[in-house]
């Protein structure tokens, strides 16, 4: 086959499986009324995706903050400009960092697990046997974890962007000597509401897609053990390609 | 019955709606399957009870909650009738006592009968077993053999076994089916099926190695393959 071809091909590929995770995502909302009426099970995934990563995303976010207050104040201070550190790390998270870095911990962490999740019920005939129950699955088992991704993601940015601002503020004012009040003053300067809408749009469009990818793999991996595999490494290469993607276009659509 | 891969556990598939045939009606209970809209197949689908062939019990919850289970989503009783409920039908397979275990922790027939229990639990006019003995020792192959007679007895219910355990499917069935290639080709009571006039009945009945179902899967001439001519 020619390079050309190939190419042709592999795009049909991805468009039919764009258009079946639509399908799939339509699918899904139909059930979420049904799925909103048993909160139980919608906080018991919360629990699973979202508290369960907050230890990764609050170490990760400390680190992250930390080094953007050093390369900050290491930019900032050739320009005598060490003042305005809290405002520019508090943009670059709350705009950028913190939805995009969440999002990616977040298919890591809490995406493969629901991609293999789904996709051993499905390998081992539970899917099929809820199916025979007249139990929906997607009501019961996909709806509840999608729906707890699109909650999960904005709350642990959130969690991201206090801790990254923490990880900053020890960095920049308690070791390298930025005043203390310029830091806060200066973020509350200069970071407007817009800023942070920019951010919880951003991470509730992130959720939603790590959510519909994990589930749309998951519900169909081929029913082996090489299929569940596949599907867990594709659920953290598409999501990470579809959010710096979506980050690219929704930042471009904004400014 | 049949042998192994002539359409046996696709019609079941297809009694229960989960396939859709490409040609003929499937009808159950007076209803085309097919033709079903969602709502309605859950609701026959109600009316019916499955067992997989590995069980197929949910690995995130307790013996309990898995009989439980489609009580809990398909209807809304109280707890303490629900409780009534599933150990009753835990008894009735003998394994009340093994209420608080998890899936993990069952043998493969242990396993088999919370899947029979799990599949009795809503009362179902018709009860479907796919492979119910595949891989079971001789001891839980007899339990499970006697439950599918008792529990369809008990409940007056219909089953519908499929299987390729010859022998004993013959001592609780009333009436057989013998598939091949996607076709009945003998039906009748046990018995007469092992006095059947056709070969492949016969062979099938007796387990004979080679017979109208040949040994050997279709393959190019050996000879000729072996000295190595060129396809």
């Given at each position: 086959m020619t390079l050309p071809l190939q190419l042709w091909e592999g795009l049909l590929h991805s468009l039919r499986k764009l258009g079946a995770a639509i399908l799939f995502l339509i699918e899904i909302l139909k059930q979420c009324p049904a799925a909103l009426a048993r909160p139980r099970l919608i906080s018991q995934q919360v629990r699973n995706s979202g508290v369960l990563s907050l230890i990764i995303i609050m170490t990760s976010a400390f680190f992250v903050g930390m080094v953007i207050g050093l390369q900050g104040y290491d930019s900032l201070s050739r320009l005598r400009q060490e003042d305005i550190l809290g405002a520019g790390v508090a943009l670059t998270l709350f705009k950028e960092l913190g939805p995009v870095v969440t999002a990616l911990l977040f298919a890591g962490r809490a995406g493969t697990s629901l991609a293999s999740e789904i996709g051993l019920m499905r390998a081992t005939d539970q899917l099929a046997a809820m199916e025979v129950m007249a139990i929906d699955p997607i009501r019961r088992i996909v709806a509840p974890r999608f729906i707890g991704a699109v909650i999960s993601v904005p709350l642990l940015t959130a969690v991201f962007n206090a801790v990254g601002v923490l990880g900053a503020w020890f960095i920049g004012v308690q070791i390298m000597g930025v005043d203390n009040g310029a830091f806060w003053s200066q973020m509350q300067e200069y970071v407007d509401p817009p800023d942070i809408y920019e951010g919880v749009l951003k991470s509730f469009v992130f959720g939603t897609t790590a959510g519909l990818v994990a589930v749309f793999e998951g519900y169909n991996a081929p029913p082996t053990a090489e299929g569940v595999g596949m599907a867990t490494t594709r659920t953290v290469v598409t999501t990470s390609i579809l959010v710096l993607i979506l980050d690219y276009t929704i930042t471009a659509y904004l400014l | 019955m049949g042998p192994s891969?002539?359409?046996?556990?696709?019609?079941?598939?297809?009694?229960?709606?989960q396939l859709r045939p490409e040609a003929g009606t499937v009808r159950v209970a007076g209803l085309e399957v097919a033709s079903l809209s969602r709502n309605e197949l859950f609701d026959l689908r109600r009316r019916m009870g499955m067992l997989f062939q590995n069980s197929a019990l949910l690995t995130d919850f307790n013996v309990f909650e898995n009989v439980a289970f489609p009580v809990r989503?398909?209807?809304?009783?109280?707890?303490?009738l629900i409780r009534q409920l599933v150990l009753t039908k835990l008894n009735s397979v003998g394994l009340r006592g093994a209420a608080g275990l998890m899936p993990a922790e069952l043998s493969g027939g242990m396993g088999r009968r919370v899947a029979m229990a799990r599949a009795m639990v809503l009362d179902p006019e018709l009860l479907l077993y796919d492979e119910?003995?595949?891989?079971?020792?001789?001891?839980?192959?007899?339990?499970?053999?006697?439950?599918?007679?008792?529990?369809?007895?008990?409940?007056?219910?219909?089953?519908?076994?499929?299987?390729?355990?010859?022998?004993?499917?013959?001592?609780?069935?009333?009436?057989c089916f013998v598939i091949s290639e996607g076709r009945v080709i003998a039906s009748g009571a046990p018995r007469e099926l092992a006095e059947s006039s056709s070969e492949l009945v016969r062979q099938f009945?007796?387990?004979?190695?080679?017979?109208?179902?040949?040994?050997?899967?279709?393959?190019?001439?050996y000879a000729e393959q072996l000295l190595g001519k060129p396809q």
């Open positions: - | 891969g002539t359409g046996k556990t696709t019609l079941l598939r297809m009694i229960t709606g989503e398909n209807t809304r009783l109280p707890e303490a119910p003995f595949s891989g079971l020792d001789p001891i839980s192959l007899g339990v499970v053999l006697r439950l599918i007679r008792l529990n369809n007895d008990a409940l007056g219910l219909t089953s519908i076994v499929v299987s390729h355990d010859v022998a004993e499917i013959s001592h609780i069935a009333d009436h009945m007796t387990g004979a190695a080679d017979g109208p179902v040949p040994f050997h899967y279709p393959a190019p001439d």
